[in-house]
């Protein structure tokens, strides 16, 4: 079934410095990937988010690269800051008219950005 | 800016008793969502709405599972007879016409469901 992998778990980064998070997904049908971040108690919120006609999309501090062959796509923040700790999912859908657009979540990274 | 909203926030249940969870999506959203999310691990695709019917669910949602659109503003989940494992948080979620991005999915701040 429709599965999609996120790593790292955890990741502990200095402010200032550049944190990745990388997710794979396994069906090719998947063309729409968000990136939401989940403050401890909060809704998500999407922070970006890419389909699958463009390669990498950049936002100020935060971008996201896909790789339609390898199935793999990542979110890049840089300069991060201790208001960046949060946990951050990836999710893969399938949009368009005759899809649901449902979205599959990865397992979630939490981000520690420490001052 | 427009949000998605739920009903209660916090819902304390007995296991085999009945709990509905209320939504209100977007105004002009079509696309309609429910996932849960228990606690420390991923959020879960649960159902999906469009057109007065559902147009996919997952192996969660059982027959003990049921959502309805009741009046065109609210979104509703049910589940008629909780067990322990479906203390979770639920979050209702909306898409469409309106958007950002017409496939951004908002979600509304969640009910956190305990079964006891």
């Known amino acids: 079934g429709e599965n999609v992998e996120q790593h790292p778990s955890t990741l502990s980064v200095q402010e200032g410095d550049s944190a990745v998070i990388k997710c794979t997904y396994s069906?090719?049908?998947?063309?729409?990937f968000p990136w939401y971040k989940q403050e401890l108690g909060k809704r998500p919120q999407l922070i970006i988010d890419?389909?699958?006609?463009?390669g990498e999309k950049k936002d100020q501090r935060i971008a996201v690269t896909l790789n339609k062959t390898a199935k793999h796509f990542s979110l890049h923040i840089t300069e991060t800051q201790p208001e960046d700790s949060a946990v951050y999912f990836c999710?893969?859908?399938?949009?368009?008219?005759?899809?649901?657009?449902?979205?599959?979540f990865g397992q979630g990274t939490t981000l520690q950005v420490k001052p | 800016e427009p949000e998605v909203t739920q009903t209660p926030s916090h819902q304390v249940t007995q296991m085999g008793q009945e709990v509905i969870l209320r939504c209100v999506p977007i105004?002009?959203?079509?696309?309609f969502y429910w996932y849960r999310q228990i606690l420390g691990q991923k959020v879960e695709f649960l159902v999906s709405?469009?057109?007065?019917?559902?147009?996919?669910k997952s192996e969660i949602f059982d027959d003990q599972f049921s959502v309805e659109r009741p009046d065109g503003s609210n979104f509703t989940l049910k589940i008629r007879s909780t067990k322990l494992e479906d203390s979770a948080m639920y979050f209702c979620?909306?898409?469409?016409?309106?958007?950002?991005?017409?496939?951004?999915?908002?979600f509304g701040p969640g009910t956190r469901l305990t079964v006891l």
């Open positions: 979620a909306s898409s469409g016409r309106g958007s950002r991005s017409y496939n951004e999915q908002f």
């Open positions: 069906d090719s049908a998947s063309n729409y």
């Open positions: 890419i389909r699958s006609n463009v």
């Open positions: 999710a893969a859908s399938m949009a368009g008219s005759s899809n649901t657009g449902k979205l599959i």
């Open positions: 105004s002009n959203h079509l696309y």
């Open positions: 709405f469009y057109n007065n019917e559902i147009s996919e």
